[in-house]
């Protein structure tokens, strides 16, 4: 499709199956990493985030996961 700066990442996963996925997210700590990490939450259960440091990682992961 065509993206620009108003895209999310939830308009460029529209249509798009990741069953059966496994997914890296690099930068998954902050910012766009984040935000890539919660859109593919639903889609893909299986992600790998790669992080400078564990703790951070942990926290976002907390705030991903369903209660």
Do not use: C, W, Y
């Not at 996925?21 to 930068?27: E, I, N, R, W």
């Not at 299986?46 to 996961?65: C, E, I, M, T, W």
């Amino acid at each position: 499709g065509n993206f620009g700066f108003e895209s999310t990442t939830d308009d460029v996963l529209d249509g798009i199956s990741l069953a059966g996925k496994t997914v890296v997210v690099t930068g998954a700590s902050a910012g766009l990493g984040i935000e890539t990490s919660r859109a593919l939450a639903m889609p893909v259960p299986r992600q790998a985030g790669a992080v400078l440091r564990l703790s951070v990682l942990h926290n976002v992961a907390n705030n991903l996961l369903p209660m």
